[in-house]
């Protein structure tokens, strides 16, 4: 019997558009793509001492999903288009995905302000219908895009700061370490645009993978905090899926890597 996916834990990587970077800031006035983004990013340090660039610039270059049963098992892990990481497919796969599997929740940490806004525009820019995400007809209140629509989409950072009432310094990276788990390991999300660069794109869904089953154990503890499972079901869950993860890691320096950097949660109690 084929598992119900009632939730797509996600997340994305993203890297810059040289072409578009150089053609609307430059005048194409850069000797190539990169060099544009290059200049972008240096401007954008000395102004703001980070060097990322808007997400309005940005194509996906890997997405991996979580799929989660209604008991909250993690029952699959893919990213789309592997190995090609055409960023129209992904994009495609993404939006039809969705669709095919019955329109689960997507769970995402910080989704509502990056990582959706930047799929809606790839769908936008390659051509992609998604009506039934947005949903126009209906009352606005119950479009799967409204930020309050939580059975469309959990935002763990929206849930943890009651939608931007306070800054969660740390992010994810935080959140993961709390509950013992690796966080941000070898690669981080400001080095994407150098990896993509070098052509080690595996690498990027590597960590794109790594940030989901971070995600994932953030959202179990979040059921707890929601009372939708206690303490001894989620440690269960935990177990249940480091048994998957070891059972894959022969196939998976992503899933490895994790194992090496995994730890548990201290129970206080």
Known sequence: MTTKSRY???DI??????????????????????AAVRRYRDELLEKYESDFIPYTFQVPVSVAVAKVAEDFTLFDLVTLDEPEYRSHIITEHFWRGWDKYGRPTFVSFNGRTFDLPLMELAAFRYGVAVPAWFNASARSYEQPRNRFNISAHIDLQELLTNFGSTRFTGGLNLAANLLGKPGKMDVQG??????????????????CRCDVLDTYFVFLRTRVLLGEINLEEEQQLIAKTKGWLEEQASESEAYRLYLERWGDWQDPW
């Open 190 to 207: 400001d080095m994407v645009q150098d990896l993509y660069e070098a052509g080690k794109e595996q690498e990027i869904n590597d960590y």
């Open 8 to 10: 797509f834990v996600f």
């Open 13 to 34: 990587e993203t890297v810059a558009d040289g072409q578009l970077v150089n053609r609307l800031r430059y005048g194409n006035s850069e000797p190539s793509p990169e």
